[in-house]
């Protein structure tokens, strides 16, 4: 299936710990994205990456390192979890950046920090 | 970018059209008007798009009015798979991509 797929699909840790997000898509697209939708369940977006270049950071903690690869990876390290990380985090992906480029999403990580 | 206003709820027959109104008052002459579905446990998925005239596709219509400042998205013949929170958002040329989703609307198909 052609699609965004993300690992893991749930993610259960400790505060302090360390812990990564990968996504992949095999849609081709050349952007992808990192959003975040807390408990109001309000979504957001974080990060986007351009052909492995970042172009989008919104204002988000530097505990949270987005890493590409290749522009069909995005991967999102978060150092020293804390309680407010709690989330359901969704990587996206676009064939480009335009208004004509609709967000293609995977179904998201479910992020618990105890 | 211009703020949006949802009903929180809506409910529809299974087979009949649901009919989704929005509000974006503020709306400037360069944004557009998107729709994106959630589905439980699911991502977003993107449904429609437009600027000012109407639009359809294999999914859904999109009728802006000529003043812009409101929108409705026809589900033709709503079915159960439907159900789902329904997201109007707006969005200029700069920064399209920055899409940020309100509360939108929880739309129940019944049967």
């Known amino acids: 299936d052609t699609a965004v797929s993300q690992t893991p699909k749930y993610l259960v840790t400790q505060m302090g710990n360390d812990k990564s997000i990968k996504c992949e898509q095999n849609?081709?697209?050349?952007?992808m994205y990192w959003y975040k939708q807390d408990s109001k369940k309000f979504l957001k977006i974080m990060f986007s990456?351009?052909?492995?270049?970042?172009?989008i950071n919104e204002t988000v903690p530097n505990r949270f390192s987005p890493k590409s690869p290749d522009k069909a990876h995005l991967n999102l390290h978060i150092n020293s979890l804390e309680l407010g990380d709690s989330a359901v985090y969704f990587c996206?992906?676009?064939?480009?950046?335009?208004?004509?480029?609709?967000?293609?999403f995977g179904n998201g990580t479910r992020l618990t920090v105890t | 970018d211009a703020k949006t206003t949802q009903p929180p709820s809506m409910d529809c027959a299974e087979g009949r059209a649901a009919n989704l109104p929005c509000n974006h008052s503020?709306?400037?002459?360069?944004?557009?008007v998107y729709w994106y579905r959630q589905i439980h446990s699911q991502g977003p998925q993107y449904i429609i798009h437009g600027l000012k005239n109407n639009e359809t596709n294999e999914m859904a219509s999109l009728i802006i009015t000529e003043d812009r400042k409101s929108s409705t998205l026809i589900l033709p013949h709503a079915t159960l798979r439907d159900t789902a929170v329904y997201y109007c958002?707006?969005?200029?040329?700069?920064?399209?991509?920055?899409?940020?989703f309100g509360q939108g609307t929880r739309l129940t198909i019944n049967p």
């Open positions: 849609l081709g697209h050349d952007t």
């Open positions: 996206a992906s676009s064939i480009g950046q335009g208004v004509h480029s609709p967000l293609h």
């Open positions: 990456y351009n052909n492995k270049e970042l172009i």
């Open positions: 958002i707006v969005r200029g040329l700069q920064g399209a991509q920055k899409l940020v």
């Open positions: 503020t709306i400037s002459g360069n944004e557009y």
